[in-house]
């Protein structure tokens, strides 16, 4: 077995050595040309592959082949692709409308709750819901996209007649834009609108027609001794009064009401009796601190913080609750979640016992490290009233509540409904352009090529060396001889200098912007707060935008506009790289004769196309980095929905009893940085490939039609077989030489030269 392993490679170097002969055929210009006269008889090895290759081909050639048979050769080409998505936006109809109505349906109370519950398994299925979403709004976005390159592409009546204008009008070909859409029929004009007008809304809403909410539990964190535990009665458990004794009207704690302090009684009993009956979660102080050092509170509620007897004062000098075993609480207010400065000194009570000013979330790792050396007390920061004077109590374990989760997934119906019927309008849109659009668009090189070595253009005789640069600077352009300079372009040059500015500014602008709010954002942060504390794309109450309408509607739009703009930024920049790359596919029929890459039923050498005109090896990753773009931008700015609940479990902030939740947008300063990373990538990325320098041998064409055009007349009697010019292996060259020495450069099937440098060039059709 080893020796067979070993002679594989052998077999296929044997076999690739003897599968051609090539033969030298020089042509009137001493040049050599190599072409396959014959081949060797195939081996086993070859047979192998021919029989794989004819199974692949059946395989991933089978739904073409079942549609060209039962609908006509017509839905071969690019009306194939359209009727594809149409039914893949259809099968994504039939996704929205059953979610659509069994989530209306399965929705509890008329509220949109889809489901409540564990906050984590809320979390696994938002984030399973999206990435189907992103799934399906990709497809429909997709094939919008592709449906609205092709009703933009022109037909040959179309161009021929923009090319007949005063002073030649040339359409864009092969490449997505709106320069065509003027020149286009009424009729695709209106489909064009109407499939970029639906677009809009998706980007918008979407991804919003579910989403979280986090549920958030005020709570009150009590210092008690071991005997408040162990005591058969909870003694002055009800007679917490708002001021400490009658000589000092001070409050017991610090920024609460009269109202919020009478919740105390009732929560200091309700936990001694939990206590009692061994009903609460005893936790050392190390996994205390990880359960409540959190600025969102949505799995645990009141606690108590136990500690030997012996470092608390006897009950008749407790200065906190006299004759009691309680000598110190705080509150945990969930509506701190709103706004940023409180929300990072939210938890305080865990720095209660340190005098630095800092805010508690700042100085909470330091807590960390010694967790048998917490200790609580009264705030003493500053120590401006005697505050330190007061003891600290070390804490010895907690006793915690465990809340019931109350985290929801929401489903918005109306959203859902909007998005279906959008996703209904797309299907039927692209199965009218599949089946009633009669016109055939040229939608890429290849097809122009075909057209015009079909049927010459007459506005661009004897201009077979003139380039785009002639016709976009507008500077005019005249027919007749000219000296071939041989000049290297480069990528960027097959662009024109608008389209590389708008698509620059644009992304530097954006790049810009979105900097400066980053630091604006990092600016406003509270003092002491840092990116590796606030996670990637997570939910912090410090990251949260203060002033925003607490409306779902209008904080989807806000968080959902930056993908909007990435989708322009995405379309412009696919453009441009298309146009550098369609340009390097069209030099290379300078050098090698190959086949045209057309949009319809290829016949004789010719290809089938692209993703339209985007390489697979380039539009691929080109997808794929569109699709991470988006979900980066999902996570650098966000929606932010709370649940308020009071220290007795009920729903709304306690004593503001009409405030029950919380709607926001977050920021993620770590994703946003990403974003901005990539998107610099990106442009430097299109600036590198813009520097490449192109083969010389023939003169650059772009998408510009008039360019194309130019190149396109063949010689009488071009043609094999009978066969058409368009349908064979073809290569650009000098094709003829006039009595006058003037040559003529073109498409042709035949032997060209390349034409030389100083040599004039433009003859006759």
Same mark, same amino acid.
């Given at each position: 077995?080893?020796? *067979?392993?070993?002679?594989?490679?052998?077999?296929?170097?044997?076999?690739?050595?003897?599968?051609?002969?090539?033969?030298?055929?020089?042509?009137?210009?001493?040049?050599?040309?190599?072409?396959?006269?014959?081949?060797?008889?195939?081996?086993?090895?070859?047979? #192998?592959?021919?029989?794989?290759?004819?199974?692949?081909?059946? =395989?991933? /050639?089978?739904?073409?082949?079942?549609?060209?048979?039962?609908?006509?050769?017509?839905?071969?080409?690019?009306?194939?692709?359209?009727? &594809?998505?149409?039914?893949?936006?259809?099968?994504?109809?039939?996704?929205?409308?059953?979610?659509?109505?069994?989530?209306?349906?399965?929705?509890?109370?008329?509220? /949109?709750?889809?489901?409540?519950?564990?906050?984590?398994?809320?979390?696994?299925?938002?984030?399973?819901?999206?990435?189907?979403?992103?799934?399906?709004?990709?497809?429909?976005?997709?094939?919008?996209?592709?449906?609205?390159?092709?009703?933009?592409?022109?037909?040959?009546?179309?161009?021929?007649?923009?090319?007949?204008?005063? /002073?030649?009008?040339?359409?864009?070909?092969?490449?997505?834009?709106?320069?065509?859409?003027?020149?286009?029929?009424?009729?695709? @004009?209106?489909?064009?609108?109407?499939?970029?007008?639906?677009?809009?809304?998706?980007?918008?809403?979407?991804?919003?027609?579910?989403?979280?909410?986090?549920?958030?539990?005020?709570?009150?964190?009590?210092?008690?001794?071991?005997?408040?535990?162990?005591?058969?009665?909870?003694?002055?458990?009800?007679?917490?009064?708002?001021?400490?004794?009658?000589?000092?009207?001070?409050?017991?704690?610090?920024?609460?009401?009269?109202?919020?302090?009478?919740?105390?009684?009732?929560?200091?009993?309700?936990?001694? /009796?939990?206590?009692?009956?061994?009903?609460?979660?005893?936790?050392?102080?190390?996994?205390?601190?990880?359960?409540?050092?959190?600025?969102?509170?949505?799995?645990?509620?009141?606690?108590?913080?136990?500690?030997?007897?012996?470092?608390?004062?006897?009950?008749?000098?407790?200065?906190?609750?006299?004759?009691?075993?309680?000598?110190?609480?705080?509150?945990?207010?969930?509506?701190?979640?709103?706004?940023?400065? @409180?929300?990072?000194?939210?938890?305080?009570?865990?720095?209660?016992?340190?005098? *630095?000013?800092?805010?508690?979330?700042?100085?909470?790792?330091?807590?960390?490290?010694?967790?048998?050396?917490?200790?609580?007390?009264?705030?003493?920061?500053?120590?401006?009233?005697?505050?330190?004077?007061?003891?600290?109590?070390?804490? #010895?374990?907690?006793?915690?509540?465990?809340?019931?989760?109350?985290?929801?997934?929401?489903?918005?119906?109306?959203?859902?409904?909007?998005?279906?019927?959008?996703?209904?309008?797309?299907?039927?849109?692209?199965?009218?352009?599949?089946?009633?659009?009669?016109?055939?668009?040229?939608?890429?090189?290849?097809?122009?090529?075909?057209?015009?070595?079909?049927? +010459? *253009?007459?506005?661009?005789?004897?201009?077979?060396?003139?380039?785009?640069?002639?016709?976009?600077?507008?500077?005019?352009?005249?027919?007749?001889?000219?000296?071939?300079?041989?000049?290297?372009?480069?990528?960027?040059?097959?662009?024109?200098?608008?389209?590389?500015?708008?698509?620059?500014?644009?992304?530097?602008?954006? =790049?810009?912007?979105?900097?400066?709010?980053?630091?604006?954002?990092?600016?406003?942060?509270?003092?002491?707060?840092?990116?590796?504390?606030?996670?990637?794309?997570?939910?912090?109450?410090?990251?949260?935008?203060?002033?925003?309408?607490? *409306?779902?509607?209008?904080?989807?739009?806000?968080?959902?506009?930056?993908?909007?703009? =990435?989708?322009?930024?995405?379309?412009?920049? &696919?453009?441009?790289?298309?146009?550098?790359?369609?340009?390097?596919?069209?030099?290379?029929?300078?050098?090698?004769?190959?086949?045209?890459?057309?949009?319809?039923?290829?016949?004789?050498?010719?290809?089938?196309?692209?993703?339209?005109?985007?390489?697979?090896?380039?539009?691929?990753?080109?997808?794929?980095?569109?699709?991470?773009?988006?979900?980066?931008? +999902?996570?650098?700015?966000?929606?932010?929905?709370?649940?308020?609940?009071?220290?007795?479990?009920?729903?709304?902030?306690?004593?503001?009893?009409?405030?029950?939740?919380?709607?926001?947008?977050?920021?993620?300063? +770590?994703?946003?940085?990403?974003?901005?990373?990539?998107?610099?990538?990106?442009?430097?990325?299109?600036?590198?490939?813009?520097?490449?320098?192109?083969?010389?041998?023939?003169?650059?064409?772009?998408?510009?039609?008039?360019?194309?055009?130019?190149?396109?007349?063949?010689?009488?009697?071009?043609?094999?077989?009978?066969?058409?010019?368009?349908?064979?292996?073809? @290569?650009?060259?000098?094709?003829?030489?006039?009595?006058?020495?003037?040559?003529?450069?073109?498409?042709?099937?035949?032997?060209?030269?390349?034409?030389?440098?100083?040599?004039?060039?433009?003859?006759?059709?």
């Amino acid at each position: 077995m080893l020796k *067979d392993l070993v002679n594989v490679p052998k077999r296929w170097i044997l076999s690739l050595s003897t599968r051609n002969t090539v033969y030298k055929q020089w042509n009137h210009a001493n040049t050599t040309e190599l072409q396959v006269l014959s081949t060797a008889e195939p081996n086993d090895n070859k047979s #192998e592959l021919y029989s794989l290759h004819s199974r692949t081909t059946k =395989l991933f /050639g089978a739904p073409k082949a079942w549609v060209t048979r039962f609908l006509g050769a017509r839905f071969a080409g690019w009306r194939f692709g359209v009727l &594809n998505f149409a039914t893949w936006a259809s099968i994504v109809f039939l996704i929205n409308l059953i979610v659509t109505i069994w989530g209306s349906s399965a929705t509890t109370k008329g509220k /949109g709750v889809f489901f409540e519950g564990d906050c984590e398994r809320v979390k696994r299925l938002n984030s399973a819901l999206h990435v189907l979403i992103n799934v399906l709004s990709t497809i429909l976005l997709s094939g919008s996209n592709y449906c609205m390159q092709c009703l933009s592409a022109p037909t040959r009546k179309e161009i021929d007649r923009a090319h007949g204008n005063a /002073g030649g009008t040339w359409l864009d070909i092969g490449v997505p834009g709106v320069r065509n859409i003027k020149h286009i029929s009424r009729r695709r @004009q209106a489909l064009w609108s109407l499939l970029a007008l639906s677009s809009l809304p998706l980007h918008l809403f979407y991804n919003s027609a579910v989403f979280s909410s986090l549920s958030a539990n005020s709570y009150w964190a009590v210092s008690v001794s071991q005997s408040f535990i162990n005591d058969t009665q909870c003694l002055n458990c009800t007679n917490v009064d708002y001021y400490q004794t009658a000589r000092n009207r001070r409050p017991r704690v610090d920024f609460l009401s009269r109202s919020e302090l009478k919740t105390l009684s009732k929560t200091v009993e309700t936990l001694w /009796g939990l206590a009692r009956a061994g009903n609460l979660d005893r936790l050392e102080p190390a996994e205390c601190l990880n359960q409540y050092a959190q600025t969102i509170q949505s799995n645990r509620r009141n606690l108590l913080l136990v500690g030997k007897d012996s470092n608390y004062p006897p009950p008749e000098e407790n200065y906190f609750n006299n004759r009691s075993h309680i000598y110190w609480a705080d509150m945990f207010q969930a509506s701190s979640a709103a706004y940023a400065e @409180q929300a990072a000194d939210s938890y305080s009570w865990i720095c209660a016992g340190l005098t *630095d000013t800092r805010s508690c979330s700042s100085m909470i790792e330091n807590i960390k490290r010694v967790p048998d050396a917490w200790q609580v007390g009264w705030h003493c920061r500053g120590d401006t009233r005697n505050e330190c004077a007061y003891p600290r109590f070390p804490v #010895e374990y907690c006793l915690s509540e465990k809340a019931e989760p109350h985290c929801k997934l929401h489903f918005e119906p109306n959203i859902a409904i909007l998005i279906t019927v959008l996703n209904l309008v797309k299907a039927a849109l692209m199965f009218y352009i599949a089946f009633f659009i009669s016109d055939e668009p040229i939608i890429t090189m290849g097809d122009a090529i075909a057209s015009f070595l079909e049927k +010459s *253009d007459s506005t661009t005789k004897n201009m077979c060396l003139v380039s785009l640069k002639d016709f976009k600077e507008k500077k005019g352009y005249t027919a007749g001889p000219r000296q071939w300079d041989n000049k290297r372009y480069k990528w960027k040059d097959v662009t024109s200098k608008t389209r590389r500015t708008v698509t620059l500014v644009m992304f530097l602008t954006a =790049l810009v912007l979105v900097s400066g709010l980053l630091g604006w954002g990092l600016v406003s942060l509270p003092t002491g707060t840092t990116l590796s504390r606030l996670g990637f794309g997570m939910v912090d109450p410090r990251t949260a935008m203060s002033g925003l309408p607490n *409306d779902l509607l209008a904080n989807v739009v806000l968080a959902n506009t930056p993908q909007l703009i =990435l989708s322009f930024l995405y379309f412009s920049y &696919n453009a441009l790289l298309t146009a550098m790359l369609m340009g390097y596919e069209w030099t290379t029929y300078a050098s090698k004769r190959k086949g045209l890459r057309v949009s319809h039923h290829p016949s004789g050498q010719q290809r089938s196309t692209y993703f339209l005109q985007l390489p697979y090896r380039f539009g691929v990753p080109l997808m794929i980095l569109s699709g991470t773009l988006h979900w980066l931008v +999902s996570q650098s700015i966000f929606l932010i929905s709370l649940d308020y609940y009071d220290v007795f479990g009920n729903a709304g902030r306690g004593y503001f009893r009409g405030d029950q939740d919380l709607k926001t947008l977050g920021f993620s300063p +770590s994703a946003i940085i990403s974003v901005i990373g990539l998107g610099s990538l990106m442009v430097i990325a299109i600036v590198c490939f813009g520097s490449i320098p192109y083969k010389r041998g023939m003169p650059l064409a772009g998408s510009c039609s008039l360019a194309i055009s130019a190149a396109c007349h063949v010689l009488d009697g071009d043609e094999t077989d009978g066969v058409m010019a368009a349908e064979q292996n073809l @290569q650009w060259g000098v094709v003829s030489i006039s009595h006058d020495g003037v040559g003529h450069c073109a498409f042709s099937t035949k032997c060209v030269e390349a034409p030389v440098e100083g040599e004039v060039y433009a003859g006759e059709q």
